[in-house]
């Protein structure tokens, strides 16, 4: 079975490799949130400091007055066999301090170096491991103290701002509260207290400590509390007796303050025979066994999200795609698996199974109408204009049968207004096209990864639509002159076309044709023209998505594919210049994916040997 120290040392290790991974916080839970910790809660002045400097057997921690711990300090406890005592900041790997008068110093100013030299807070903690054979395996967070008032110098908000902080750490279910509460102050007030039943009401993760008992008033004690009548918790209340402020000014070192603290229980006639279970080397061993205990009780959880995330890490690298091989073989073949998912969500977007596709359809069955229902065949077409187009076609000879000459310009006038809306077909069906290429580049993720590729994909398959837009444009035109070319003649053959007489025929200024007789000849090509119109509102739409949409669907990339097969490797890799974006986030989840790799097999063979 594995020993207390091997598991809790394990976790702090994988802890601190989570903190220097990042991987303490975000969606979901994190792995450094999975694994058990203790959180020193407490009013300021309750002591907490000294609690942690008992349990550590070190002076390392700032001293002032007001708000002195401003960041959270994860402070981890490793147990040593001998050696020198040492300290090590997360920010500073590498540099071991045996200096605790300057762990302390470092410990104030990286808090500056976050919240300057103010009285702010920041939830930005600072990591510091301790090596030492004098303590346990065990991993604490240090909280600034809670407060009741705003000071100098503090926002308004710091009391709101301090107790959010505090509760982001307590209301973690894995999260074990030490809660300190001075022995002279009425524990119904504490602070520490109030927050830990509101966030454990079942007390399973309370451990209530009891500080300052030397200082209470001559004839009172705390037995009550201690004992479990006044505040009774699941688990059983630690007194500490803190060190004097005579003995701190006088530099009393850790060791021997531990020996005065049971020297004291052990000599008390109120506490004496609880003295075997109070003080500050009780509780951190109380502590230490009680995390163990936890830890292996979270253990199969703790499993299923490594393995939960392991699927999760897995699944990102794949989906942001894994390294490319540097052979050109491979990265050619890489280039075309990019472009065939680029046209696979390109004809997903065109066929429907994604929107954008039906915006084509739009352009035939509004647009088309409405640019068609608009042309001036009105004005071409009224009586004065008729009258103008027929008299100049006859010239100086009147015509003999029917002004065919005058019937012919009017018609090719009127169908050369077709022209507008046939390109405007073309060019709004080209815009949906390249719109589509666009939407189809960004949703196509494998692409994310080569932005130069992504370049290049966009350009070859604009040029195509380029390409497919002036064919298209020529087909459409060629559908209209088409029209202009060669008349309908059953059409007129069936119009009763017999000239109207006119009295004032004889007469030098009058007209050639009566007004009624115009508008006969303005009624039959208009009749011409809507028969000519309804014709091309079906053969233009056929044009532009034979032309434009089929081509498009069938041959977007064909020329990209005969350009990129006569490439060398070295033209081929700089297509293949991945994001620097994407590399550090590969190599970051391919640390991580090492990571808790590492942590379940090291768990589960020192958890169950």
Known sequence: ?????????????????????????????????????????????????????????????????????????????????????YAEFLHAPKRKMTDFAAVRKEIADETDRITGKSKQISNIPIHLSIYSPNVVNLTLIDLPGLTKVAVEGQPESIVEDIEMMVRSYVEKPNCIILAISPANQDIATSDAIKLAREVDPSGERTFGVLTKLDLMDQGTNALDVLEGRAYKLLHPWVGIVNRSQADINKNVNMIHARQKEREYFESSPEYGH??????????????????????RQRIPSIIALINKTIDEINAELDRIGRPIAVDGGAQLYTILEMCRAFDRVFKEHL???????????????????????????????????????????????????????????????SLGYFRGPAEASVDAVHLVLKELVRRSLAATEELNRFPSLKSDIAAAANDSLEKFRDDSRKTVLRLVEMESSYLTVEFFRKLNMEPEKTPNAATPNADRYTDNHLRRIGTNVTAYVSMVCDTLKNSIPKAVVHCQVREAKRSLLNRFYAQVGRKEKEQLGKMLDEDPSLMVKRESLAKRLELYKSARDEIDSVAWK
């Open 274 to 295: 609880l003295g075997h279970k109070m003080g500050s080397e009780y509780l951190a061993k109380l502590l230490s066994k009680h995390l163990e205990t936890v830890i």
């Open 351 to 413: 066929d429907g199974g994604r929107p954008g596709g039906d915006k084509i359809y739009g352009v035939f069955d509004h647009q088309l109408p409405a640019a068609l229902k608009k042309l001036p065949f009105d004005r071409h077409l009224s009586q004065n204009n008729v009258r103008k187009v027929i008299s100049e076609a006859d010239g100086y000879q009147p015509h003999l049968i029917a002004p065919e000459q005058g019937y012919r310009r009017l018609i090719d006038g």
């Open 1 to 85: 079975m594995a020993t207390m120290e091997s598991l809790i040392g394990l976790v702090n290790r994988i802890q601190r490799a989570c903190t220097a991974l990042g991987d303490h916080g975000g969606e979901g839970m994190s792995l450094w949130e999975a694994l058990p910790s203790v959180a020193v809660v407490g009013g300021q002045s309750s002591g907490k400091s000294s609690v942690l400097e008992s349990v550590v057997g070190r002076d390392f921690l700032p001293r002032g007055s007001g708000i002195v711990t401003r960041r959270p300090l994860v402070l981890q406890l490793h147990k040593t066999e001998g050696g020198t005592e």
